[in-house]
Structures are given as C-alpha cells and as structure tokens.
C-alpha cells in the first residue's frame, strides 16, 4: 500500500484589502506588547495612513482599556463583523464582545475558532497596516494567525531582563520556523531616569535587547525608556502617542515606528506570504 | 427519549503524598509569578518544609533559569519522572525537558497532556507544599490543573497598574468559579524608592492591590517593592530569598510567605477539595 499523502494544511492567504499585516509578539507577558501595539497603530494613522488594530489576546484584552473605548460590536448580514473606530482606527477586541470580569476560561479550539472568527468575519474595508497584538506563548493563537493569514512581519518586544530574553527567543525561533520575517526587536522598559535626582537607574537591566537583536541578526528598532506617563497614558485610555511626537513620553515610540516602516520597505511589505511549514 | 445525562468530569483528587498545593497565578504575564514562586518555595523550604516546584508554564519555563538549575530528570519504571533537586526543593519544569532556545509551539491538547503528566508521573514523594506557577491566561493549563488535582489555594500576583488589575480580576473570578480558595493578592513591583536619591517613584502605580484584594474580600499577602536585586537574583539564578530574611531584596518575600502560611492555618489547609463546576 503506498504511503498516504501528508496532508498539508492550506497556505496562509492574503487578507482582503489589506497591504501589511504586523504583528506585535513576544514569549513573555508584561513586557510591553500591547503599550507597543496601541501606540504603534495610533502613529501610523496619525502619519496618514488607514490602520486597524486587532487585539489578539484573548485571557488578557486591554486594548479596549489602552484605547479608552467600549461597545458592542455591530453584526451585520452573513455574521460580518463592523470593527469599533477610535482615535482613527478600526479595531476588535474580545473585550468588547466580553467586557467586565468574567474570564474567558476557554481551551484551545476555542482560541483558534474566535482568531479566526477576527480574521474571517471583521469588515476591516481597506487597512494599509493591520496590527495584531499576540499574547505570550507560541501557541493557539500564534498559530491560527500564521496558518490563516499571511503576516508581514513580526516585531519582537522585550525587557532587558535575562528572563524575559529567553522567552523572547523562543518567539524568534517560532516565527523562522514558520517563516515570518522578524522586523526587529523592541527593548522596553530599557532604563529609567529618576523623576527626581535624573540619575538614572537599570531597574531591568539595560541592552541585553540589543545583544539579542544582534545574535539573530535583525535590527534593534528602538529602545523605550521606562517612562510612567507611559502606563499612566494606558491605564488612562490615552496613550501618549495620541498626542504627536513632542507629547510626554511619546518621543521613543514615533521613533520606534518609523524603524518599523523603515524595515517593511527594505524587506518588501508586499513580499508574497510566508510558507507555513509547522502542522 | 429522556435527556442525555449531563457526563460530569471526574472530581480533582489529592495528590498522594502532598499535603497542600498552592497555585501562583495572575491573569497577566510579566507581573512577577515566577519571582514570587520560586521565592516562596525557598522560603518554605528553609522554614524545614519538604516543598516541591511545578514551573507550569510550557511557553515560558524560567523555573530553571531562576533557580540557576538544568539536567534531564531521570526516568524510572513506569515512565516515572524524578523531580530535579536544587535549593533544598524539588523542581520539576519544561524547561529541564526542552532546554534551550527551541519553542514549543503547542496547541491546547498539548497543555493538557504535559500537565496532567506532571501531575501523574512526577515522583514528588511526601510534600508540605507543591507550589505551582501558573502561565498567564485562563485557559489549559490552568484548567487541567484544577480539574485534575485538589488544589488548596492560589496566590495571585498582580502589579499596582490598572491595566495588570483589569486581568487579575479575571484571575480572581476564574478561581472563586472553580471553587478554589482565593488565598490572597501580592502587590509586587509596588513602589521604588531610588538608589541614587532615597526618593520614591510609583512606576506601576502604588495601591491599587490593596484595592482590588478589598473589593474581592480576600487578604492583601503584600506588597513586594520594585527592587533591581530581586530581578538580578531571578536573573543570575541566585534568588534573593536564598541569602536569608536579612539578604539584600528579600525582607517582603518572606513577609509575604508568612502571610501565606497564616492565610493557609486560616482557611484550613486540609479542608476538602474543590468541587470544580466548569466543563
């Protein structure tokens, strides 16, 4: 009897509509990933261009937070989904289909089923950027987004920390192996300058982020300093992108962002999709 | 034709031979359950209890790292698993499985295999305390673990920022509906008191543990300063609570391992498992 066939899974695809599809990763959580992605799409969209927002963290969704946002979602035929707009972008979370407390205590399918659900069903209309904001790990979620859509690129946020390093590794090696190109590496909460002595202090460590970055071989896109009007602007609803580069605290970010467009235009944003090699 | 019976899943049983399992958990990555985990388990291992480690966190296993340990566990008859030995604890992690950089890019039925393994294979023999270090998130692995084995309490960490609290609530609710004891909330990363001018800074924020604990009627354990020794002890596989209560960074993890005993003695530490209600 001959062998049968392996049975490939079908290669990601374009999603309608949209030119670049980034997603904000890391293995580790807490290390500034959606603080990164919030900021990064509200940049983009104020240099002009149409950019969605796609918070992909399931157990822990604080876009709609970041944001400053809620709502429901509005459904329209065929079960499409209408994405919430602020700040001038276009965006989906399962914080607004499941706000309040109430954890969503879900196994994995269940990931897979809402990822796809975000990436089949939400009426983005034309975006040049979609940010995808990961969760920690490689797991459900990575998955379902690399094997369904075509990624552009991935940007790996991190601390300095040794810890952190080494999780953040292991999302780098995950996105070679399945062939997503890795923009660069973002080193947050990188140092802190004392608010009242200036002095300043490596509460995490200080440039382990661009060791890393120089280990793989991909650029460092920027080191963000450990900033509270940073947090303060998330936990408030008001990032400090929102309001333009010489707002408080915003300077590293806008400089983070063009590193990020910098690097789509070297590595061809319109590259074909990555061939998903992982099953 | 009559209803189907509603097919209900085994009751978590005991674990033979250990008397009390304590869950690290935070809705949030990046909050310091590592940190305060392996910290714990020192502590209560240098009080004269015979403690043992379980680094659940598949995507991120930093038990390893922060112990400053690695070695492959030995397999016995019966696919057995001897737990590694370190510090005066047993550990047991992915990590010791799968050193090194190479992610595990796993999907949920995965989790719930390594972990029941974990819980089923692992030799741990006669234990005060098994302290578990959950992944961020309520999903997998913290359900096998729940429904799997009696656990007696979790711990939740938390950061003092709004954002970090909106996850941890989901935490909270995730355990009180699985009918595990909420044992208390540790505010880690609380304040910062600089090095260079004395003065403190609310980096996370400051308090709102505290809050949250209130809000929920559970204990606050403590609050853990932002404190650079304490990550460079996670770091450099040296952590602070090795050096003793008087050891530079530690005076609060002890304090908060106090509170946990307190807490346990309170709520009675053989009171009868969970009776898990999900499916």
């Known amino acids: 009897m001959p062998p049968r066939p392996v049975q490939q899974p079908p290669a990601p695809q374009p999603l309608p509509g949209v030119d670049t599809i980034i997603a904000v990763g890391s293995g580790k959580g807490g290390v500034g990933k959606t603080t990164l992605a919030v900021n990064l799409a509200l940049i983009l969209a104020k240099l002009g261009h149409k950019v969605g927002l796609l918070d992909a963290d399931v157990y822990g969704p604080n876009v709609p937070l970041m944001l400053g946002i809620s709502g429901q979602p509005k459904v329209l035929g065929d079960n499409r989904i209408e994405p919430l707009e602020a700040h001038g972008l276009k965006v ?3 914080g607004f289909l499941n706000p309040g407390d109430k954890p969503l205590i879900w196994r994995g399918p269940m990931l897979h089923s809402i990822i796809k659900q975000f990436l089949g069903s939400v009426v983005w209309g034309e975006l040049e950027y979609l940010i995808v904001d990961l969760p920690p790990g490689t797991g459900d979620v990575q998955l379902t987004l690399i094997q369904t859509v075509a990624v552009t690129g ?3 946020v991190t601390t300095p920390s040794t810890v952190a390093l080494a999780d953040v590794r292991k999302a780098i090696e995950m996105f070679r192996q399945v062939n997503v190109e890795v923009l660069g590496v973002v080193e947050n909460m990188s140092t802190f300058a004392c608010p009242h002595c200036g002095k300043a202090v490596d509460i995490f460590g200080h440039g382990d982020g661009a060791t890393t970055a120089k280990e793989y ?15 303060v602007g998330g936990d408030t609803g008001k990032p400090v992108a929102s309001l333009g580069e010489g707002g408080p605290g915003a300077k590293s970010l806008y400089s983070v962002a063009r590193a990020v467009t910098a690097r789509l235009a070297e590595v061809g944003a319109n590259a074909s999709g990555p061939a998903v090699q992982i099953d």
Chains 1, 2 share one sequence.
Not at 221 to 226: A, S
């Open 92 to 94: 989906i979370s399962v």
């Open 217 to 231: 071989g991909v650029p460092l896109l920027g080191e963000i300093e450990i900033d509270p009007r940073i947090r």
């Open 154 to 156: 991935a940007v790996i």
